[in-house]
């Protein structure tokens, strides 16, 4: 019986706060617009028992998907957030892998500091942080005039407000998901292996492609992961660094429900991003799992 | 080796020309110094140990025959060639590494094959010595599993077997024994000599453990300090020890300071005490006459009786400690002076017949050659 109670736990958790919130946005989706308070039809009534269900279900339909494919808008956007996420994973992954790189072989006694250096920016606001990107990359920014003062550049360069700032901004503010995964599987690398490799007719360099990067591959994939799955669904960074023509679905997703006022198709948009998340999310579960017994 | 039936030396062979030589060799970290003007030849087909207490720089001294650390001063020749500014992967030396270094993410058959690949071997004939490693270790059977699908016994061999397959000059092993229990380590001690017999390789073994460099070497280098104390064959190694240190590391021996009064035919007179008669031991090519000296002798060589015997030395004593061992039993017996002689006698009666028994007094005796005069 506690046992369970104790395997309930999770269960009644993800229920709660993860398949009852589906459920009523999946409900949503499926209703129609409607100028009322909440501002869609039908509502659930219980009042009028059996009959009054029934034609509750009746009243469900697959407008708003019918409505998705009909503009272009929306499959254009999804394949931006698609395209802009992978991206950003891949600059993350660029500049993630020589940080995690330097810190696994950094001296014993300068890790932890490392660790909270990377850690760090969290503490402050997330908001905050991507508005002082704003400072940095605007026209009359930090960035400009320093390129302007060494001479590099006669003009300033326009960065803010397109895909550029975009990616500057996620991968600055995912780097950490992917730093973290790397480093771990890194520092659990043995110097030695790497000897060894050398002592069987390796370069460094060779060693490093055979031995290095194969032994980093799961910290890799989850830190890829990690990066991917916020970032296909952002909408801070995208709204505050890019620009009127930055499509993200996030953004789609924020219009539909506030300036539209649209619940059912804003909640259509966010079950279909959902439905595309799954596809990571089983294959990193996948890769976890895949990890956790090759290290059995 | 000219004549088959001579014993293998070649380290006493004029004529031989060694396949490492070691000139001159320091090593400084710092200020602290790992090394000391090693000289040092290995010859062909050698077992040769380098044993030594942790820190002494026998692991030093070995990763500078892999090019892993590199001379402060001095010459490391190989086969000839002068090894410095040689990288690892450009020597024809493997290792063992003492953790054993697998490739977790390889199989058995990719972690040997692993040198092969780096070579450039073709395919057949890759395969080819890899199975012939595989028999060699006798691990056929574990060909497709990963390195921590299998036994720390088998994973030793995997990790011989992958530093053999490319049939390095120089095979260098590090403490390769050290993770294995005693009855495995025992069993995989006649294996390795076996497999370097087969095989014809040079093999350096660095370890700390005195009985594997004596059962497996042809010669042992004793390490302390930086500095070698001796390099001799395992028997001279115990039976004539260079000095106090050596004798000291090596089994147990009784030390006693004493000084030489008179030399005769190979045997030494030594004075340790003015109440008791001079002891009669053999002399040391370093042994000189009115000089101070240490009196050394093996427990195994000195025997115990009840009654005064008339061996060339007899002391009495008294039993202080008796250590029970099974097949030996080594008794701690004070001489009047003071100083601690120990006697080992063969078990071959039951424990409950034993003679003697704490607070005993007892005879020591022990023949006029049994006895070591060092230096110092």
């Known amino acids: ?296 | 080796m000219t004549d088959a039936s001579a014993p293998f030396a070649p380290w006493d062979d004029p004529n031989e020309t060694p396949l490492i030589s070691i000139k001159g060799v320091s090593k400084r970290f710092g200020d602290f110094t790992a090394l000391n003007n090693i000289n040092l030849s290995i010859y062909t087909r050698e077992f040769f140990a380098l044993l030594g207490p942790s820190g002494c720089g026998k692991t030093t001294l070995m990763r500078m025959l892999d090019g892993f650390e590199h001379p402060s001063s001095g010459t490391i020749t190989i086969d000839g060639q002068d090894m410095a500014g040689v990288p690892p992967n450009k020597r024809a030396v493997n290792m063992m590494f003492q953790s054993y270094a697998l490739f977790p993410h390889l199989s058995i058959w990719d972690n040997i094959a692993f040198g092969l690949r780096r070579d450039g071997m073709p395919k057949d004939q890759m395969a080819a010595r890899v199975e012939e490693m595989l028999r060699l270790t006798r691990l056929e059977s574990f060909v497709r599993r990963k390195p921590h699908q299998i036994s720390g016994g088998q994973r030793q061999r995997v990790a011989l077997a992958r530093s053999l397959a490319k049939a390095p000059k120089l095979l260098l092993l590090d403490e390769p024994l050290g993770a294995l229990d005693k009855k495995l380590r025992q069993e995989t001690q006649f294996e390795l000599m076996d497999i370097q017999e087969t095989t014809g390789t040079t093999f350096v073994i660095v370890t700390h453990d005195q009985e594997e460099a004596m059962t497996v070497a042809s010669r042992v280098a004793v390490m302390g300090q930086g500095t070698l104390a001796q390099v001799d064959t395992p028997d001279r190694i115990y039976e004539v020890p260079a000095d106090t240190y050596v004798a000291d590391f090596i089994g147990e021996i009784s030390l006693i300071p004493a000084r030489c009064t008179g030399l005769s035919e190979g045997i030494a007179r030594v004075s340790w005490s003015e109440d008791h008669p001079e002891i009669l031991c053999s002399a040391q090519g370093g042994t000189v006459v009115d000089q101070a000296c240490t009196f050394a002798i093996r427990p195994e060589k000195v025997s115990i009786s009840s009654e005064r015997t008339t061996a060339p030395n007899c002391l009495p004593g008294k039993i202080i400690d008796i250590a029970y061992t099974g097949n030996l039993s080594t008794y701690k017996v004070e001489l009047a002076t003071g100083q601690m002689i120990s006697a080992q006698v063969a078990n071959t009666a039951r424990v409950a017949n034993r003679p003697f028994t704490w607070e005993d007094a007892v005879w020591l005796s022990w023949s006029d050659t049994a006895g070591l005069c060092l230096p110092g």
Not at chain 1, 231 to 238: D, N, Q, R, S, T
Not at chain 1, 250 to 278: M, Q
Request: charged share 15%; with cysteine.
């Open chain 1, 1 to 296: 019986m506690r046992k369970f109670f104790l395997i309930s736990g999770p269960y009644f958790w993800l229920l709660i706060f993860f398949l009852i919130p589906f459920g009523i946005v999946l409900k949503i989706s499926l209703s129609d617009i409607a100028v009322s308070i909440p501002p869609y039809t039908p509502k659930l009534d219980f009042s009028e028992g059996w009959a009054g269900l029934q034609a509750f279900f009746a009243a469900l339909d697959l407008e708003s998907y019918v409505w998705l494919t009909e503009d272009d808008l929306y499959w254009k956007a999804y394949l931006s957030s698609v395209q802009i996420a992978a991206i950003s994973t891949l600059l993350c992954l660029l500049v993630g892998f020589p940080i995690a790189y330097a810190m696994a072989n950094a001296p014993q006694a300068w890790r932890p500091m490392l660790m909270m250096l990377v850690i760090l920016p969290f503490w402050t606001s997330f908001l905050i942080r991507v508005y002082a990107w704003i400072g940095i990359l605007s026209r009359e920014g930090f960035l400009n005039q320093l390129l302007i003062w060494l001479g590099l550049i006669s003009e300033p360069l326009t960065i803010l407000n397109t895909d550029i700032a975009v990616y500057i901004g996620i991968t600055y503010t995912y780097c950490p998901f992917m730093i973290l995964p790397i480093y771990a599987s890194l520092e659990r690398l043995d110097a030695s292996l790497l000897e060894a490799a050398e002592d069987l007719g390796c370069s460094r360099v060779k060693a490093f492609w055979l031995i290095t990067v194969p032994l980093a591959k799961a910290g890799i994939i989850a830190g890829c992961f990690l990066v991917f799955i916020p970032a296909l669904g952002e909408f801070v960074i995208p709204s505050l660094l890019g620009g009127s023509d930055t499509l993200m679905i996030g953004k789609v997703l924020y219009t539909e429900f506030f300036s539209n006022r649209d619940w059912p198709v804003a909640s259509a948009v966010a079950v279909i991003l959902l439905l595309i998340l799954v596809i990571p999310i089983v294959l990193f579960q996948r890769n976890e799992q895949k990890q956790r017994e090759a290290e059995q």
